[in-house]
Every structure is written in structure tokens, then in C-alpha cells.
């Protein structure tokens, strides 16, 4: 076993970081210093600092990263339409690169000699966490106690809590785990654990169920400039704001729920429940007003580029040289992605109402089926008869042949 002397640990305050903070400096007899990075958990920060204090930490850093966490790690994502086997919206997935770098920034100023994670030995954090540490921060020497202690599960943990008088939120009465951040709230294990047992709806903290959403309908427009979105409803806001904006109005119409089964990276499949009303109402937004404003070959490029990069922001490969070449083409696509969108908001729905742009490639009068004199309708047959061609050829030998 190693020795370290000094060892920041990524603090959220829950079950895992709580007990891994007070073990780690047992195991390890060393000093532990908690790094808890606010990417809109809603936390209260104080109590959380003053907790980790009293477990065990010498020092209790809390870093306000949301502005940040919007702009250079949620903007890119939605600018590149990235959604996980078509469905999950990488919530989780793009906070742990901004956090563990974070966290690799107290290290380096507190000249600690090795960071940590409460990740599962199962699941796809640690490799988020620890790509970005090696990333950024190669030097550092990287802990996982769930790769190491002898827990078997988080009865054991909250065990271990009881015993060390560990205040924690988790209890054996309520044991899935949830991740929480502007983006999305995440719920897995317990209940969740079987695919075939349906979520309770006073689970979820952002949305309500639809069958409780309001009777009249919800209209809301989004402005983007440049693949970036800057206004709701005429009114302009900052990143963070506008995304708080956005989860409140989703919100309260249901707008916002998945159920997914998703194939993790280390290779088993897992369950999981989010909701994400801002970023619903956003990838909604922001494909219509693409459809608008991109021309077919490039629209079809960038739909085989999105899921490549969902694929490598869930993977942990946040600093791959791959994702920042993507996102060279995609920023080029957003240079003529502003204009706005208007949305209905109803029960649970999302209904298309208008969408609008100065760079709108849609020409009315070209695709009206009124007379007009740009398209000469005749031209249409030597088109067919050329691209039909190799169709032609082949049936006509086929059928010689048989």
C-alpha cells in the first residue's frame, strides 16, 4: 500500500464521501483536506463545510463552479446535440470533469500528494473522475475506497457511519442514491435497482407528474445566439439563471422525466431515473431551430457526430483530443444556429409552435405548392431516372438471370 501525506477528497456530504473521508485518513493515517465544487447541488454550504470538519477533515474547501459548469461543459454538449444511446442527456456524465478538476486545483495549492473519489468499483464515475485527474493533474497519486475498502454495500457504509457518528442523509429506509446539479437529478439503486419496478413520483424534487401538471397549457420561447442560449421569453439572462429559469417552468408541466436502461462503460447495464426539464426544453429548442438553419449535408453530418461525442463525454473522455476536434465542427455549425423557438408546454409534451432565424435557409415560395417560377417541375424526372439508376440496372440484370 501506498503512503500519502496529505489527500484531497471530491466531497458531496452524502453516504460515500462521508465515510470514505474519515477512512481514508484512518487507513492512511493521514491529513484529509474535503473539496465540495457547487455545480447547482443546492446545497446548504456552510453545514456541509462544518460537516466535513467534524468528520475528520482539516480543511473544507466549497468551489462555486456554476457558471462555469454552464458555459464551457453544458453549452458544448447541447451545441453538439449529445444524447447517450439516443435517450440520456449526460447529466452526471459532464460534472464530473469540471469537479475533479476542481479538485485537482486545491491539491496542487494545497501541495497535497494524491486526490480522491467515492465512486463504486461498478460504475462509470471513476473513470470520469480519474481520466480528468490524469488529465490534468498527472503527478497526483489517485485513491477509490470503494476499490479498496471492505464494505460490501452501503448497508455497510451507513454501519460504519452509525458507529463513527458520521451525519448522513442516507438511510436503510430510503437507500437509492440520488446526484443532483443544474443540469439534471439522478436516482439509482434501492427499488431501482429492478428495471421492472416502477419510480414512486414523490421521488423527484424538479418536476411534477403530469397527471398533476396544469389543465391549460404553458407557452415559453428561447433565443439562442450562435448554438448558445441567451433569453426566455424575451427576457435576457445569464447562463445559470436561465438554466434555473428553465427547470422551473418544465417543472411544474411534467416535462422532463426518463426511465432508462443504459449500457454502462465497464460493461453491465444499469438502471437509471433523471430529470432534466432545462435541458429537455434546450435539446428540444435548439434541434428546431437547426433544422431551420443548416443546410441537409451538413445537418445529416452532425447528426452521426452527436452520439459519438455523447459517447466520449460518457465515457470519461472529456479531454480527448477527439472531443475537442468535434467541437471544432460543431462551433463552425453554430455560427448560423440564433433565432428563436416557441414551444407549448402541456402535461408532460413538448408541441412545436414557430421557430425563426436571419440565417433561415427555409424559402417559402421554393416549397410552396403554389405556381412559382424558381423550380421547373420537369426537371425532376431526369433526377430520378439517374439517381434510380443503379436501382434500375440491377433489377433489370437480376430478373435476366433468374
Known sequence: MKSYSRVVVAYSGGLDTSVMLRWIKERYRCEVIAACVDVGQAENYPKLKARALATGASKAYVIDARKEFVTDFIWPTLKAHALYEGRYLLGTSIARPIIAEKVAEIARKEKADAVSHGSTGKGNDQVRFEL??????????????????????????????QDHKIPVTVTKKKPYSSDANLWHISYEGGVLEDPNHPYKNDMFELTVSPEDAPNRPEFVTIRFDKGVPVAVNGNKLGPV?????????????????????????????????YEAPAATLLYAAHQELESLVLDRETAHAKE???????????????HAPLRRALDAFVNETQKVVTGEVKLKLYKGNIVVQGRKSPHSLYWQKLASFEAEDIY???????????????????????????
Open 132 to 161: 480528468t485527474f490524469k488529465a490534468v493533474a498527472p503527478e497526483l497519486g489517485i485513491l477509490a475506497p470503494w476499490r479498496e475498502w471492505e464494505f460490501k454495500g452501503r448497508e455497510d457504509e451507513i454501519r460504519y457511519a
Open 241 to 273: 439563471t436561465l438554466v434555473q429559469t428553465l427547470n422551473k417552468i418544465a417543472g411544474r408541466n411534467g416535462v422532463g422525466r426518463v426511465d432508462i436502461v443504459e449500457n454502462r462503460l465497464v460493461g453491465m447495464k444499469s438502471r437509471g431515473v
Open 304 to 318: 452521426l457526430i452527436g452520439p459519438r461525442y455523447a459517447e466520449l463525454v460518457y465515457f470519461g473522455q472529456w
Open 376 to 402: 421547373n417541375q420537369k426537371d425532376a424526372e431526369g433526377f430520378i431516372n439517374l439517381f434510380g439508376l443503379p436501382i434500375k440496372v440491377a433489377a433489370l440484370l437480376r430478373k435476366g438471370r433468374v
